[in-house]
């Protein structure tokens, strides 16, 4: 069994920031994918950030510049480090691991419960 728990989200003006953390547990063989996801009201679930194994990091336009994605292999942790935050950034954050468990499994994508973050103006 995989678990992926997010931490760090909350309220916050604009203008500040806040860092996100996801910490996996359990039978991990390789992740190829570690990334962000976030989902606002009445909108479909996108991608914010995400870092590949060979650690090729992809942002999403809206949050390029603002925020950094970076992985501690030895704790196992995702982060997100959220820097000037505006009222759109307001949402849902996941997290999420493209992976297998073991060699004999095939990839499969794992998601954490998510982590309400909410700006205010």
């Known amino acids: 069994q995989v678990r992926l728990v997010e931490s760090g989200g909350g309220l916050v003006q604009a203008g500040g920031s806040l860092r996100l953390s996801c910490a996996a547990s359990?039978?991990?063989?390789?992740?190829?994918?570690r990334g962000w996801y976030r989902q606002a009201p009445g909108k479909q679930r996108e991608l914010v950030a995400s870092i590949r194994s060979d650690d090729i990091i992809n942002y999403a336009d809206s949050v390029r510049g603002r925020f950094t994605i970076s992985r501690d292999n030895a704790k196992g942790t995702l982060y997100l480090e959220m820097n000037s935050l505006k009222p759109e950034d307001t949402a849902v954050y996941y997290c999420?691991?493209?992976?297998?468990?073991?060699?004999?499994?095939?990839?499969?994508?794992?998601w954490g419960q998510g982590t309400q973050v909410t700006v205010s103006s």
């Open positions: 999420n691991f493209f992976m297998q468990r073991s060699f004999r499994e095939e990839r499969l994508s794992y």
């Open positions: 359990g039978t991990i063989f390789t992740i190829n994918t």
